[in-house]
């Protein structure tokens, strides 16, 4: 099961989990009411494996890549965990697949609320276009994750305030 909860006001060490006192869970249905889904796969396989390759099928996406997360393995790594820690929106979905190690994925709630969602591996989240969101390892400082996308990838990240973007105030419109 995925587990997932509010986080607490804190800004001391984005690795920590930071949980509320006491613990506030987030639900899946809680994440789905905020476009956010989940599935659990079994990473072991994932280079051949028949249920990533029909969800890849009926979702269109046709373009994956492998990216290590650790200190020594990525180059400009502390840079990269900052950006990636900015609170931030795309204009496609984000879909992640988690085959090795853990991390947090952050993603606002209705009430600008921010949720961690704890990731391990065999984890696949959809994050959709338009969500703040942002990401950090936990104190392993380590994961391998892939990415995937539909159509050519398009990494551009517009960090907040970024409300005026079409895609935002499409967001915001499902959401009601
Ligand atoms: C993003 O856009 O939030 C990221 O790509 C970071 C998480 S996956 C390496
Ligand atoms: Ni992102």
Do not use: S
Not at 79 to 97: G, P, T, W
Not at 118 to 125: E, H, N, P, R, V
């Amino acid at each position: 099961r995925i587990e997932a909860w509010l986080m607490d006001d804190c800004t001391d060490d984005q690795r920590l989990p930071h949980k509320l006192q006491p613990n506030q869970p987030v639900t899946l249905e809680g994440l789905q009411e905020i476009g956010v889904f989940y599935l659990k796969l079994n990473a072991d396989i994932y280079e051949n494996d028949p249920e990533l390759q029909k969800i890849c099928e009926d979702r269109g996406y046709t373009y994956m890549d492998i990216i290590t997360i650790h200190p020594d393995k990525l180059p400009n790594y502390e840079d990269k965990l900052k950006m990636f820690y900015e609170e931030h929106l795309h204009v496609d979905d984000e879909i992640r697949y988690i085959l090795e190690g853990r991390a947090y994925f952050d993603v606002r709630d209705k009430n600008d609320r921010w949720i961690r969602i704890a990731m391990t591996k065999g984890d696949l989240i959809t994050l959709p276009a338009g969500i703040y969101h942002r990401f950090t390892l936990d104190e392993t400082n380590y994961t391998k994750v892939m990415r995937l996308f539909a159509g050519e990838p398009v990494w551009k990240a517009y960090n907040r305030p970024a409300d005026d973007f079409e895609v935002r105030q499409k967001y915001l419109n499902q959401l009601r």
